[in-house]
């Protein structure tokens, strides 16, 4: 594919397809002029043949008859000298000659202005060429007489004046055919070659230019003189056409004509610059990817007025989906301004996210369509730039899609895991923080007789009232490890001489050892089997009493149990024993 050219200008192309039409006229006329003098009759040149066509390429006539290059219109404005000098060597009839074939070969739809040219310059023909032997039957049958001059400033006032019309061709030429210098007649507006009416010739030709694509020609009757430097002092864009020998005047106007087609079809191709295939979607809703696919149309569309276009490689894929997408040709050919319509499908299963959960998930998935845009023109008009875009356009809206994603049993398990684990946790935790309480648990006053409460440990929490010794408490076990590595279980106590918190305190008893909270000593007493000690027989500890509901037994108000001896005088006035815990 060609790059874009750098902004033309407009009807740029155009205006050179014309020059290259003038320089097929000026070779006519050299080669009416070198058989004149030869005796032979003029022929025109065949043009060029159609290249070889390459499997479905078309040729260029196949092109231009497609393009419709009869139908852009340009201006042509036509200075033929008619002084005396173009009596010599028979040149006024050589162009009369060469003039026909020329307008033959323009479109009905150009403009010709066709003026002779010796001591001033006379309209003979304004309007389009539908008919070249009227026009040329309009041209004087000889030049001359001899005494006629040659007044190329005023041929070029006219000329411009034509292409000053308010209905010009945006594209506008002017071939003068001359044999001599400028040399004007008394009177005339342009007495020399130079000065301030060439000036404003030149200004009246840069005006048109701005708007317009103005090119002349200048063709050379005679060796020494050709007119060419006033007509370049007037237009700037200036050509003198003029074959090597005559020799080379059939392959010359070949190439020429061939060149001016070439010109004006790549003026009409520059207008699809930039414009190539859009893509577009069309869908009724979401599509359902539970069935196995979903089908959508896709429709792609030659933006282009003149081009026409073809897709090679196109398929399409979802933007940031592991989906794929059927239906679509490896290669599409489009006509200028063709839609063609294709059901795509989407297949897989989408990408839902990290939640595996069962849901309903829609989305709308970008389209990228993939493929390289070309023209079929390209191979053939390899002088022609082609401003295409290469890729596919679109489409602007995505698609909308939807599924049933997840797994059912991934929440059950997303909530029953963690779950599961907080049970087991707690479970451990309970285990080792809440072991099941065993043996008996001895509660005696640390220093000095007095009553002394047994309690059996069950359970894994247990709150006790002590009927002999009174106020409450509570323990729970705790699993622990000693030093040496022997396990075991501790308790926990928390006690309260007057079951109120301002006086309760805590304290830790390992297994076969004892505490001492707030005057009271608990001794921690486990058998071998973890179970509560026998009851004893006739003569030893009786077994432990029951536990009362706390509250059900008053404190005593002479001590901290009921039918406790009063302290001796000498102990009231000692400070009750430091409270103590065992590790």
Request: hydrophobic share 40%; charged share 25%.
């Amino acid at each position: 594919m060609n790059k874009p050219p750098l902004s033309p200008r407009p009807g740029g192309t155009r205006a050179r397809a014309v020059h290259r039409t003038v320089a097929g006229l000026a070779a006519l006329v050299l080669t009416a002029l070198a058989t004149t003098a030869s005796g032979t009759t003029p022929t025109v040149a065949r043009t060029a043949a159609d290249p070889v066509r390459a499997g479905s390429e078309p040729s260029r006539s196949e092109i231009y008859s497609e393009l419709g290059l009869d139908r852009v219109p340009a201006d042509y404005v036509v200075l033929v000298d008619i002084s005396g000098s173009m009596l010599s060597n028979g040149r006024y009839s050589s162009v009369r000659s060469a003039l026909l074939p020329f307008l033959k070969g323009l479109s009905p739809r150009d403009y010709v202005a066709l003026f002779t040219f010796g001591d001033k310059a006379e309209p003979v023909y304004l309007g389009h060429p539908s008919d070249p032997k009227d026009i040329i039957g309009k041209l004087p049958a000889e030049a001359g007489p001899s005494n006629v001059q040659t007044d190329i400033g005023a041929a070029l006032d006219r000329g411009l004046g034509e292409l000053e019309r308010p209905d010009a061709a945006e594209v506008g030429s002017i071939v003068m055919f001359t044999d001599g210098k400028h040399d004007p007649p008394e009177g005339s507006k342009y007495p020399k070659s130079d000065g301030s009416a060439w000036k404003a010739l030149r200004a009246r030709a840069d005006k048109l230019a701005a708007g317009h694509e103005l090119a002349a020609y200048s063709l050379p009757l005679a060796t020494d003189e050709t007119g060419s430097a006033q007509l370049a002092r007037v237009v700037s864009n200036t050509s003198e056409l003029r074959p090597e020998s005559v020799q080379d005047l059939p392959e010359y106007l070949g190439r020429a004509a061939e060149r001016s087609r070439a010109r004006k079809a790549a003026r009409m191709i520059a207008e699809d610059a930039g414009k190539g295939v859009a893509a577009t979607l069309s869908h009724t809703g979401a599509l359902d990817l539970d069935s196995g696919g979903a089908a959508a149309t896709l429709t792609l569309t030659a933006t282009t007025n003149r081009l026409p276009l073809t897709v090679t490689g196109l398929g399409a894929t979802l933007k940031g989906q592991p989906l794929v997408v059927t239906g679509l040709p490896d290669r599409v050919s489009l006509k200028p301004g063709e839609a063609r319509q294709f059901e795509v499908q989407v297949r897989g299963e989408p990408d839902a996210g990290p939640l595996p959960v069962r849901r309903t998930w829609t989305t709308e998935a970008g389209l990228t369509v993939r493929g390289k845009v070309t023209t079929p023109w390209a191979a053939t008009l390899d002088d022609v730039k082609f401003a295409v875009p290469t890729a596919v356009d679109g489409p602007a809206k995505g698609l909308p899609l939807r599924a049933e994603v997840g797994s059912p049993l991934a929440l059950p398990l997303l909530l029953g895991v963690p779950v599961a684990a907080l049970l087991a946790a707690l479970l451990l935790w309970l285990r080792r923080n809440r072991a099941a309480l065993s043996g008996l648990l001895v509660l005696s006053p640390a220093l000095g007789d007095g009553p002394e409460d047994r309690i059996v440990l069950r359970g894994q929490k247990l709150a006790f009232v002590p009927p002999q010794i009174g106020g409450s408490g509570r323990v729970y076990g705790r699993r622990f490890r000693a030093d040496d590595g022997r396990r075991g279980i501790a308790l926990h106590l928390r006690y309260s001489p007057d079951g109120t918190p301002a006086r309760s305190a805590d304290a830790v008893c390992p297994p076969g050892d004892a505490v001492v909270i707030n005057g009271i000593r608990f001794a921690y007493r486990q058998d071998r089997d973890g179970q509560p000690s026998a009851a004893p027989r006739a003569g030893e500890v009786p077994d432990p009493l029951p536990i009362p509901r706390p509250g059900s037994l008053p404190p005593d108000e002479g001590g901290p149990w009921r039918s406790a001896p009063s302290r001796p005088t000498a102990q009231d006035d000692r400070p009750a024993p430091a409270e103590r815990d065992l590790p």
